[in-house]
């Protein structure tokens, strides 16, 4: 595989990487935020974004795993689930605030005293962050797959550098999410500036997975082996 990677340095996907992680782990916390306003309570916020967020990203891994042998270019589908996690944070506030709206004024007054109107606040939650969990759970299996293709003589340390770069990355995230953007931009720019972060990265994947992926010999091979059950990043709830 010599020339795909010439001039582009494993380091610098391990850099994407973290930049991937901080975000991640923004949304973590700013779900649970966002959630306990409307379940009631902080803790039982906090629980079901643990139980979604973990899910989510269990299922999201199995999926690219089912799917491994048609995957011809996973940095490419890497670059476009960043996208898709990118805009569905620049959405989330106005549909979180619309959703809880309508649930309020016309769902919740019908299910009083039937015992079902909590059941379906922790329904709603839950399906109000459970796509962007799932997509979260795809990144790292991509991504483990283009970089172990692209560098075939590094498969440890490609593995490896993803697992302390997403994590390092992710400590960063609820750090700064939780001590410095929810105080100074609030729940919807603290959402708005992982947004914009991931779709900056869809973009850099992007011109990466078009250079080294694009005519590649390599690029109808089959992933399967590449493709392993990831490890979770760290989950801190704040």
Excluded at 118 to 125: I, V
Excluded at 126 to 136: G, H
Aim: proline content about 6%.
């Amino acid at each position: 595989m010599q020339p795909l990677t010439r001039g582009t340095p494993l380091g610098l996907f391990f850099g994407l990487f973290i930049v991937s992680g901080f975000a991640g782990l923004i949304y973590q916390s700013i779900w649970s935020n966002y959630l306990k306003l409307f379940l009631g309570h902080a803790a039982y916020a906090q629980t079901l974004v643990l139980i979604i967020f973990m899910g989510g990203m269990a299922i999201g891994a199995w999926l690219v795993g089912k799917v491994s042998q048609r995957i011809q270019r996973p940095l490419f589908i890497y670059a476009m689930v960043e996208l898709a996690i990118g805009v569905l944070a620049l959405v989330f506030h106005k549909v979180f605030v619309a959703t809880i709206d309508v649930s309020y004024e016309v769902v919740l007054p019908q299910l009083a005293g039937t015992g079902l109107d909590l059941a379906y606040k922790w329904l709603l939650a839950a399906l109000l962050i459970l796509p962007q969990s799932v997509l979260l759970g795809t990144t790292f299996p991509l991504m483990c797959g283009g970089l172990i293709r692209c560098f075939p003589a590094l498969p440890g340390a490609s593995v490896a550098g993803l697992y302390f770069t997403n994590s390092f990355g992710a400590a960063l995230g609820v750090l700064i999410a939780g001590f410095y953007l929810v105080n100074h931009v609030g729940l919807p720019g603290t959402l708005l500036t992982a947004g914009i972060l991931n779709i900056i990265l869809a973009g850099a994947l992007w011109v990466l997975s078009k250079r080294l992926e694009s005519g590649s010999p390599h690029a109808t091979a089959s992933v399967t082996e590449a493709i392993t059950s990831p490890p979770a990043p760290p989950v801190v709830s704040l």
